[in-house]
């Protein structure tokens, strides 16, 4: 990130110097971020006075209602605007903060002594390196604690900042103060079949999920490969979760005899730590490489570089001070939205839209907890929708079984498949006339009170979800399963496509739902196989009985539009 002046144009630090901020009242910006210590956590008291703790300020924003219009100009294939992305310095120009709110905020921490900071190119947030003590003078009701599991620690206060009224204006919330980092995880569903290293050759039976077997299933040839080396895919990693470049390489030797691929990650942004590959990790790489193949990958890496850094932050932070990163990005991460303030939510979503504006495609997994289920203060039970699966700009996958689980057959739910409707942004225009046929068509819908049937619906699409070969730590293991599984694979068949339009001097596809939601209508429906059996689970509970929404024709909330069936994808989302 860019340094000295912290990354702000001189003449607005040396403008910063001489304003001057009336004290008065202190107000919360995030009074409806609850403070939750997930279980494995342990409270290890008070920090010292003089430990230092990383904050990140995120600065309201302007032209974000301009941003909104752009991003549908850009992303929808009947628009004369489709695919005429921004640059970074053009999206810098937009959203830009205010030299009001520059000025404010810069001489407010000019005032505390905190002056070891560092901005990005779009200008709109901010990182502190400061003294707990100074945090909390700085934001009063801020008490700043230590949080251990197992070699983890975390320092975070369990009570809620506050910032002068004249600041609130300026400052969309500061993080690294109360969210716990959460993440989609792969599980292994251990089987008592044997576990024997599958032959590929015959794909038609199989013991479990591999490249060979999903190329089979979505019809995609062992010439389905990158071709162009300005193109690339990516996955973003957090916590504690690595891949070794030695598992990815074991694994295309096991796995990857039918495709040209690559066995190297190109580039790592952020730290890769020495310890064992991750489960979560290993799936990501090899999955999105050996079905996005031979596409240039890199691999965001945000571990947690400081005790008070919110990972899946710290990568958004990043975007926006890059101006060259790849084209489709695979996210296994999520969180309740019932436990994220809205202020937060509501930032998260404007920057995946400058994701999109620049034509990024941002893929996030749908969940494995189907509906989800909270129990609320009345005691009634409602479904409970996840972020950012939730957001109206970004693709989110769910998940699909075989049918019949050692045969390449046909498809139905994966019970797990995360999906639902938002609580908090409304249904974006794209998808209101699908989800509003599946309404009304289901023949059988949970209550009205479990869900709000005005929000935006999700998933869009689908993958195979259950039982993939994965090698971690040098050993192959099967039957791991989770939408952590389908998202990369669906990441990788994007790539492909952009590699296809590319070579052709088109733009690549950038936000996906706008031309998604089209196929059906344009006669190009064929380009997903629609899944129409199966439910996913939700509460457990007399009314429900632990069944959520399950899958129908056309697009529904398990599994979106279905999953894909390459070559008719391609045709549809390619060079015509």
């Not at 709109?124 to 700043?144: H, I, V």
């Not at 869900?451 to 195979?464: I, K, M, Q, V």
């Not at 090698?471 to 998202?487: C, F, K, M, Q, Y």
């Not at 429900?544 to 539009?561: E, L």
Request: overall charge neutral.
């Amino acid at each position: 990130m860019a340094r000295g002046c912290w990354g702000v144009p001189a003449v607005l630090a040396l403008c910063a110097a001489a304003w001057s901020c009336a004290p008065g009242l202190a107000l919360e910006l995030e009074r409806d971020q609850p403070f939750r210590v997930p279980p494995g956590w342990a409270h290890a008291g008070r920090v010292d006075p003089r430990q230092p703790v990383q904050l990140t300020f995120a600065l309201r924003q302007r032209g974000t209602a301009r941003l909104a219009r752009l991003v549908q100009a850009v992303s929808d294939p009947r628009s004369p605007r489709y695919g005429q992305y921004l640059s970074l310095e053009q999206l810098r120009d937009l959203v830009q903060p205010s030299a009001a709110t520059l000025m404010t905020v810069l001489k407010w921490l000019q005032g505390h002594g905190v002056e070891d900071c560092w901005s990005v190119t779009t200008l709109d947030f901010l990182e502190c390196y400061l003294p707990a003590s100074t945090a909390e003078r700085l934001l009063p009701g801020a008490e700043f604690h230590r949080y251990v599991q197992g070699q983890q620690s975390l320092v975070r206060s369990p009570l809620p900042y506050t910032v002068p009224a004249e600041l609130a204006e300026h400052l969309d919330f500061v993080g690294g103060l109360h969210r716990f980092p959460t993440e989609r995880k792969a599980v292994s569903r251990a089987r008592k079949e044997p576990q024997l290293a599958p032959q590929l050759a015959r794909a038609s039976f199989h013991l479990g999920v591999t490249p060979a077997v999903l190329r089979q299933r979505y019809n995609m040839t062992g010439g389905d490969v990158g071709l162009l080396p300005n193109n690339s895919q990516a996955c973003a990693q957090f916590l504690e979760q690595y891949f070794h470049q030695a598992d990815l390489a074991e694994f295309m030797q096991l796995f990857g005899s039918g495709f040209a691929h690559r066995t190297q990650v190109d580039r790592v942004v952020g730290r890769q730590g020495r310890g064992k590959a991750g489960l979560e990790a290993s799936l990501d790489v090899e999955y999105i490489m050996s079905t996005g193949a031979n596409v240039s990958t890199w691999v965001f890496s945000n571990p947690g570089r400081h005790e008070s850094q919110e990972p899946f932050l710290a990568w958004l932070v990043l975007l926006s001070n890059m101006s060259s990163v790849p084209w489709v990005h695979s996210v296994s991460y999520g969180d309740d939205e019932d436990s994220l303030s809205y202020a937060y939510m509501e930032r998260v979503n404007t920057e995946l839209m400058k994701a999109a504006a620049r034509g990024l495609t941002i893929l996030f997994a749908s969940g494995d907890d189907g509906a989800g289920c909270r129990r609320e203060h009345s005691g009634n039970h409602t479904f409970r929708p996840s972020f950012p699966a939730s957001s109206p700009y970004v693709t989110t996958v769910g998940g699909t079984s075989f049918k019949n689980p050692f045969l390449v057959t046909e498809e139905v739910t994966d019970y797990i498949s995360g999906g639902g409707f938002s609580n908090v942004f409304p249904m974006p225009e794209y998808q209101a006339a699908a989800v509003g046929r599946f309404l009304r068509s289901a023949s059988k819908l949970p209550p009205s009170s479990y869900y709000n049937s005005s929000g935006r619906a999700y998933p869009d699409l689908a993958a195979l979800s259950d039982n993939y070969w994965v090698v971690t730590n040098r050993i192959p293991l099967p039957w791991v399963s989770g939408t952590s599984a389908s998202t990369p694979v669906v990441a990788g068949m994007v790539a492909l496509i952009n590699d296809r339009r590319l070579q052709r001097g088109l733009p690549p596809l950038g936000f996906l739902n706008p031309a998604l939601y089209q196929l059906q209508k344009q006669g190009l429906g064929d380009a997903f196989y629609d899944v129409i059996q199966g439910c996913h689970l939700s509460c457990l509970d007399g009314t429900v009985q632990g069944q959520g929404f399950c899958a129908t024709p056309a697009w529904d909330p398990v599994t979106g539009w279905g999953t894909p069936n390459f070559p008719r994808l391609l045709r549809a989302l390619g060079p015509r």
